[in-house]
T-cell receptor, first 113, second 115 residues
Framework: AQTVTQSQPEMSVQEAETVTLSCTYD???????LFWYKQPPSRQMILVIR??????QNATENRFSVNFQKAAKSFSLKISDSQLGDAAMYFC??????????FGAGTILRVKS | DVKVTQSSRYLVKRTGEKVFLECVQD?????MFWYRQDPGLGLRLIYF???????EKGDIPEGYSVSREKKERFSLILESASTNQTSMYLC??????????????FGEGSRLTVL
């Protein structure tokens, strides 16, 4: 069975600093997608960033970037210049082609001012 | 922007009651999903639908059923609510899984408490 593991239940970061959230996954597939979703308190979940497994280049979206290590089955999210609005629950998710998303347990990110 | 609307943000029901959770999306998406979110467990798929009147079981369908009579509406039904169904329920929609990447668009969630 495919699984997604987020080993950090909670993380804290000082405003303007950089934080990295970890995610590992288990799969025998070679082609798939990886996602990071953000769920702010009492607000709807939104997509932060996605990565196609066939692309070697790491995805970036403004202050958000990923470190995708396919051989290690690792997909970490780096948030640079952290802002108060980044405080949320972050979910890592994996999706093989033509199949459904599998989510990790989530990491709560707290941002200190 | 895609909008996914869940009819109730908070519900309190009693054991044995029938519960309906409604979800409407306005972007003509083919796929709709119901997830359950519990601390430490992440999101678990209950049911999904890829077309009107079509449904497939997810990972935890026991105790739930769904209805999709119209493309924009996907309902989750708890025939006889139990305390272990106290949870946050998230509805989501997406375009076809293939060739699209299947990015999900979520509603704000419905927090159900069963007493």
């Amino acid at each position: 069975a495919q699984t997604v593991t987020q080993s950090q239940p909670e993380m804290s970061v000082q405003e303007a600093e950089t934080v990295t959230l970890s995610c590992t996954y288990d799969t025998s597939e070679s082609d798939y997608y990886l996602f990071w979703y953000k769920q702010p308190p009492s607000r709807q979940m939104i997509l932060v960033i996605r990565q196609e497994a066939y692309k070697q280049q790491n995805a970036t979206e403004n202050r958000f970037s990923v470190n995708f290590q396919k051989a290690a089955k690792s997909f970490s999210l780096k948030i640079s210049d952290s802002q108060l609005g980044d405080a949320a629950m972050y979910f890592c998710a994996y999706r093989p082609y033509g199949n459904k998303l599998v989510f990790g347990a989530g990491t709560i990110l707290r941002v200190k001012s | 922007d895609v909008k996914v609307t869940q009819s109730s943000r908070y519900l309190v029901k009693r054991t044995g009651e029938k519960v309906f959770l409604e979800c409407v999306q306005d972007m003509d998406h083919e796929n709709m999903f119901w997830y359950r979110q519990d601390p430490g467990l992440g999101l678990r798929l209950i049911y999904f639908s890829y077309d009107v009147k079509m449904k497939e079981k997810g990972d935890i369908p026991e105790g739930y059923s769904v209805s999709r009579e119209k493309k924009e509406r996907f309902s989750l039904i708890l025939e006889s609510a139990s305390t272990n169904q106290t949870s946050m329920y998230l509805c989501a929609s997406s375009l076809q899984l293939s060739p699209n990447t299947g990015e999900l668009f979520f509603g704000e969630g419905s927090r159900l408490t069963v007493l």
